[in-house]
């Protein structure tokens, strides 16, 4: 699975050699390179065993 680090532009596949961290987020354990919705407007990933979060532009509620 390529993963996109932030401020790269274009996606890299990790070494067959190199070990697959791990992060856990609520109790759930996530593959460096994962990525899941936290809410409608953030969502994480995972890397390298660090979860690196983003918020998102919401839908305006007016």
Known sequence: NPILKKGQCCPFCLPPTAAVA?????????????????????????????????QHKCPSLA
């Open 22 to 54: 791990v992060c856990i987020f609520n109790y759930v354990q996530y593959r460096s390179g994962e990525h899941w919705n936290v809410s409608e407007c953030h969502s994480c990933q995972c890397l390298f065993g660090t979860i690196v979060c983003h």
